[in-house]
Structures are given as C-alpha cells and as structure tokens.
Nanobody
Framework: QVMFVESGGGLVQPGGSLRLSCTTS????????IAWYRQAPGKQRDMVAR???????NYTDSVRGRFTISRNDPRHTAYLQMNSLKPEDTAVYYC???????????WGQGTQVIVSS
C-alpha cells in the first residue's frame, strides 16, 4: 500500500492561518481526486475539501471561504491553506483519495491542528 504523509499542523490562535501539505509516492496521484479529511476527538472522520484531477474544488459548508485546497501533480503533493481558523477546526487532518483508499492508497498518520488562545 502507498501512504500519504501529511505535515504543517501545529498550534495556532483563533483567526490565524496554517498551510498543510501531503505527499505520496503513488503513481496514480495525478488522475485521482484528492481530499483533505479531519477527525476531531470522539467524532468521525469527515471530508473538508476535495480537488479533482481537473482542479475542480469542493468544500464542506463549515470551511468554505476560509480553506483553499490545491495540488501540484508533478510533486505528488496536495495542500490545504487554512485561514481564519476557529477552535472548532481543531482536529487531526488527513489527506487521501476521494473516495478514500482507492488504487492501493491508504491513510497516513495525519497532522494535528490545534486552534486555541
């Protein structure tokens, strides 16, 4: 299986920004729809943003206008720019295909985002 490796998380104050990155070695990256997911303590893992191979994007209502997903196919890397962060954005963030775990891809370890004053 081919894992994603996420990075860029950390502790940030409300209203702050973070840029998450994820990379993989899988050869199908450029044709896959890639998504960012998040899982808060005690809650299920939910998709927050996705980007198709044609760079069409979609966001869940709670992050639309604050988060921006992008991708760099030659680098097999996806990004999530997060602005105007809120405490409710606190979660572990993961990237994967959408739907997840297709074409031999699998979940990585995620990157922790904590929004707190």
């Amino acid at each position: 299986q081919v894992m994603f490796v996420e990075s860029g998380g950390g502790l940030v104050q409300p209203g702050g920004s973070l840029r998450l990155s994820c990379t993989t070695s899988g050869s199908s990256f450029s044709v896959a729809t890639i998504a960012w997911y998040r899982q808060a303590p005690g809650k299920q893992r939910d998709m927050v943003a996705r980007i198709t191979s044609y760079h069409s994007t979609n966001y869940t209502d709670s992050v639309r206008g604050r988060f921006t997903i992008s991708r760099n196919d030659p680098r097999h890397t996806a990004y999530l720019q997060m602005n105007s962060l809120k405490p409710e954005d606190t979660a572990v963030y993961y990237c994967n295909t959408h739907p997840p775990n297709i074409w031999n891809y699998s979940w990585g370890q995620g990157t922790q985002v904590i929004v707190s004053s």
